[in-house]
């Protein structure tokens, strides 16, 4: 595992890796919203298993991107938990894509697509 891999789930079955449980950026949000309307994206590490968050092992920071367009970036310190809730509206469907940085582990990523209707 190279420390500037980016890894991402490849596997959304019962059988992820325990590294993976812990780091996949999982994104809630619904799948259909309207268009420039607000709505709430919360984004957690990972899904089964809260990644710790010490002085020796957190998750950094993550970024949030609609597709190639940059909308955030949440800094964490190991006194903080590893979760971000943020508001946004958008004007096209697209992918979300949250790229976080584990100070152990690298680089991880998450994706969900989003339909925007009139
Ligand atoms: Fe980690």
């Known amino acids: 595992m190279g420390y500037y891999d980016l890894k991402k789930l490849e596997n959304t079955g019962e ?4 590294l993976e449980k812990k780091h996949v950026p999982y994104i809630q949000c619904p799948d259909k919203v309207k268009k420039g309307e607000y ?3 919360t ?3 990972g899904k089964e298993i809260t990644h710790p968050m010490g002085p020796d092992h957190y998750i950094q920071y993550f970024d949030l991107y609609a ?3 940059s909308l955030a ?7 903080m ?10 004007e096209e469907s697209c992918d979300l894509n949250v790229y976080a940085f584990c100070n152990l582990h ?5 994706s969900k697509s ?3 209707v009139e």
């Not at 059988?15 to 325990?18: G, L, V």
């Not at 590893?82 to 509206?89: D, G, Q, S, Y």
């Open 15 to 18: 059988d992820k890796t325990a």
């Open 39 to 41: 709505f709430e994206v």
């Open 43 to 45: 984004v957690t590490f």
């Open 67 to 69: 597709d190639y367009a």
């Open 73 to 79: 970036r949440v800094d964490f310190t190991p006194d």
């Open 81 to 90: 938990k590893a979760e971000a809730t943020l508001t946004l509206k958008l």
């Open 106 to 110: 690298g680089h991880w990523e998450g």
């Open 114 to 116: 989003i339909e925007v």
